[in-house]
């Protein structure tokens, strides 16, 4: 017999012995209420008390998303890769919510899968610009914390390649060019030069600047610029630069040109100022002075162009120089340009 029969039971034997003591005094119907009345009032009481609530599973920690290498992509879809804890893959009752925030919004449900595995794969629709996913376990227990946001921008459109220097068309004195311009940010760019074959490939920086040395061959130089940018597009632009037939120049300036013989010794100082075909200081060039004084050994020096493009020596015509016509000359030598020459008459007079 359950217990709380059995509890009633004595009780109605206990009420039973008391109604047979009383029956002298009150009568029997009085008993009959009695008994009545103390079990009924029990059963009440035991029915009465409320029932236990029904026991549900812990919600579950968040699962967590593998997020993209590159979130730049032009695909119309992705995977998304989710990671759930065992206890919820061993459960079987519960699912996958995906959530997805577009720029400017609030995440919103799109999708509830089973889950497959410690591991599912999810397929979604990528919409253009960005894409926020982030996903929960919905059971038995409610619904967890989302998984940290996984980030994909969908982007469809073709970097946009400019060159700010120098420009399509443009004469160049130098063996190679240096294609300074902008495009998308992170953008790999190769140059090639279809007139002698060459090619460099580089990144643009964050900014979108970017910076290619190429080689050119004399006359004119077809270059082709492609880039493929952070999500996979790809855009050409055609560019075309002449290799001119400009020289590397020199100018040869002395502090004087006229000594006079009683004034030795005396300093004296060369200056050498050297452009690039481009007119341009050439920094780092050979330079070579040499000094030729009636009556004293030729002097010589060896010297590099400063970051100006300037050289200088400094020297002391000695005594015993004789009268005449003497001269000053400077060489400068470049790998990329050859070497070319000046000089400048320097006369011991009286």
């Known amino acids: 017999m359950p217990?709380?029969?059995?509890?009633?039971?004595?009780?109605?034997?206990?009420?039973?012995?008391?109604?047979?003591?009383?029956?002298?005094?009150?009568?029997?119907?009085?008993?009959?209420?009695?008994?009545?009345?103390?079990?009924?009032?029990?059963?009440?009481?035991?029915?009465?008390?409320?029932s236990p609530a029904p026991s549900f599973a812990a919600i579950s920690d968040a699962p967590s998303v593998e997020g993209p290498e590159e979130p730049y992509t032009r695909a119309a879809t992705t995977d998304l890769s989710v990671t759930v804890p065992n206890d919820v893959v061993d459960e079987g009752d519960s699912k996958l919510r995906i959530y997805l925030a577009l720029k400017d919004q609030a995440p919103a449900p799109i999708d509830e899968v089973p889950i497959a595995g410690p591991i599912t794969i999810v397929p979604v629709t990528l919409t253009k610009g960005m894409n926020d996913f982030t996903v929960t376990i919905v059971g038995p227990g409610g619904e967890s914390d989302p998984s940290p946001v996984v980030r994909f921008i969908q982007d469809q459109v073709p970097p946009k390649i400019t060159v700010s220097s120098p420009k399509s068309g443009a004469v160049v004195n130098r063996t190679a060019v240096e294609i300074k311009g902008k495009t998308q940010g992170r953008t790999t760019l190769i140059a090639r030069n279809a007139t002698n074959g060459a090619s460099i490939t580089s990144d643009a920086l964050g900014d979108g600047t970017f910076s290619l040395t190429l080689a050119i061959a004399p006359g004119v130089n077809r270059i082709t610029i492609e880039g493929t940018d952070p999500?996979?597009?790809?855009?050409?632009?055609?560019?075309?630069?002449?290799?001119?037939?400009?020289?590397?120049?020199?100018?040869?300036?002395?502090?004087?040109?006229?000594?006079?013989?009683?004034?030795?010794?005396?300093?004296?100082?060369?200056?050498?100022?050297?452009?690039?075909?481009?007119?341009?200081?050439?920094a780092g060039a050979s330079v070579t002075f040499t000094l030729s004084i009636p009556?004293?050994?030729?002097?010589?020096?060896?010297?590099?162009?400063?970051?100006?493009?300037?050289?200088?020596?400094?020297?002391?015509?000695?005594?015993?120089?004789?009268?005449?016509?003497?001269?000053?000359?400077?060489?400068?030598?470049?790998?990329?340009?050859?070497?070319t020459q000046d000089f400048t008459v320097i006369t011991i007079r009286r």
């Open 231 to 282: 999500a996979g597009n790809v855009s050409e632009l055609d560019y075309v630069v002449k290799r001119g037939t400009g020289k590397l120049t020199v100018s040869l300036v002395s502090s004087a040109y006229q000594i006079r013989r009683a004034a030795l010794p005396y300093g004296l100082r060369l200056t050498a100022n050297a452009n690039d075909p481009d007119g341009r200081p050439l």
């Open 295 to 339: 009556g004293i050994p030729t002097i010589t020096a060896e010297g590099t162009t400063s970051a100006n493009g300037i050289a200088t020596f400094r020297t002391t015509v000695p005594k015993g120089a004789d009268l005449g016509q003497g001269s000053a000359t400077v060489l400068v030598s470049s790998d990329e340009f050859g070497s």
């Open 3 to 50: 217990f709380v029969g059995r509890l009633i039971l004595a009780l109605a034997v206990v009420s039973l012995g008391l109604g047979v003591i009383y029956v002298g005094m009150s009568g029997i119907g009085t008993v009959v209420g009695a008994i009545g009345s103390t079990v009924g009032g029990f059963v009440d009481g035991v029915t009465a008390t409320a």
